[in-house]
Nanobody
Framework: QVQLVESGGGLVQAGGSLRLSCAAS????????MGWFRQAPGKEREFVAA????????YYADSVNGRFTISRDNAKNTVYLQMNSLNAEDTAVYYC???????????????????WGQGTQVYVSS
């Protein structure tokens, strides 16, 4: 399994932008489907975005489609989440996840059985 460390969270005003990063350990990062999830206070964790091992296929939740962009740099063992046009509903702890399976399966199963980071807090002030 890979170990994941998120960074880049913080406080931002509504309408602003943030870029989250997730650094992974190990030499097999390029074989993993990577994803971002978030959990707001009092709510269940929800899927945000995912990207296939090659970066050629991406998936987004309806609530962030068109505002967020997931990308990866396999040479740096890092996946990113660029978040634009943030609003108060985006306030949450954001988690990075890695799954060794096919991207479709990983997304369908919400990365069940995958590796998870500790999360980074994003707070959007209105």
């Amino acid at each position: 399994q890979v170990q994941l460390v998120e960074s880049g969270g913080g406080l931002v005003q509504a309408g602003g932008s943030l870029r989250l990063s997730c650094a992974a350990s190990g030499r097999t990062f390029s074989t993993y489907t990577m994803g971002w999830f978030r959990q707001a206070p009092g709510k269940e964790r929800e899927f945000v975005a995912a990207i296939s091992w090659s970066g050629g296929t991406t998936y987004y939740a309806d609530s962030v489609n068109g505002r967020f962009t997931i990308s990866r740099d396999n040479a740096k063992n890092t996946v990113y989440l660029q978040m634009n046009s943030l609003n108060a509903e985006d306030t949450a702890v954001y988690y990075c996840a890695a799954d060794r399976g096919d991207a479709v399966v990983a997304v369908t199963n919400n990365f069940l059985g995958g590796s998870w980071g500790q999360g980074t807090q994003v707070y959007v002030s209105s």
